[in-house]
């Protein structure tokens, strides 16, 4: 058995890439397993030292004041292991880059698909948009507080038509829509609209349904089967409204 020595992983860390972003997070547990001579195969050192700064394995840092049930031991050593498996999984896969929050992903037959990343909120949602819909989320976590007051209304509209988007870096005809791509066979439709493209995480802990996201958009297949889907069933919901309410609906349709 090999004898372990002392290691420190503030040495390995990137203090170049900005604090509160995922790729720092993610980049604090690299340095403390990747060249950790104590850790072999699967990583399990958590970068104890840090937890003043990094805002993980929670995603933020808890208020004092939080009226939130507090989250057990248990859990939180779930929730450390977890980060530890994605971490070492992006870690292990050169066709996942991370540039502060925002993930892109090139999988296997050449699809290019980007998001950014909030573990705050625990969602994706379309690159490079995370700083515009913080405050329209972090309203809607609380409930949607100001809602008479219309450009606060519309942050938290914007926000949550945001949350779970990502980017196909498809071009779109001009008209808003894209073709799907040669290689995803035997599907009904021939395009999809390019505003909507929604893949929901489905796992109970928010790393899960990351790690299951990155390894869907990799192999570059059934992802594009869900958004066929989706896009099916948006065409089925816009023929049924346009068939009950060809005049737009009315004001009072609740009472119809």
Known sequence: MKNKRKFDGWNDIDWGIELETIQFELNAITSHNKNNPNVEGKWNVWPQEMEGIMLLPLGFKPSK??????????????????????????????????????FTVTGIHGSVFSFDVSTEF??????????????GLRGIR???????????????LEAA?????????STDDGLGFCDFPSHVEGIELKQYESWS????????????????MLKL????????????????????FNEEWNEKWPNGRPDDWMYL
Not at 75 to 100: H, M, N, R, V, Y
Not at 122 to 131: A, D, G, H, M
Not at 142 to 156: E, F, P, V
Not at 197 to 211: K, V
């Open 122 to 135: 625990s969602i994706w949602l379309p690159p490079n948009s995370l700083e515009n819909h913080v405050f």
């Open 197 to 212: 493209t929604y893949i929901q995480g489905t796992q109970q802990y928010f790393p899960d349904s990351l790690l299951n």
């Open 65 to 102: 004041w939080s009226k939130e049930a507090k989250i057990s031991d248990d859990e939180i050593s779930i929730l450390k292991q977890k980060w530890l498996e994605l971490a070492q999984f992006i870690d292990e896969t050169e066709s996942i880059s991370i540039g502060e929050n925002t």
């Open 161 to 169: 038509q945001a949350t779970w988007k990502i980017s196909t870096n």
């Open 217 to 236: 958009c990799i192999e570059d297949y059934q992802i594009w089967i869900q958004l066929h889907e989706h896009e099916k069933d948006r065409r089925k």
């Open 142 to 156: 609380d409930g949607g507080r100001g809602k008479g007051n219309l450009a606060r209304h519309i942050q938290y």
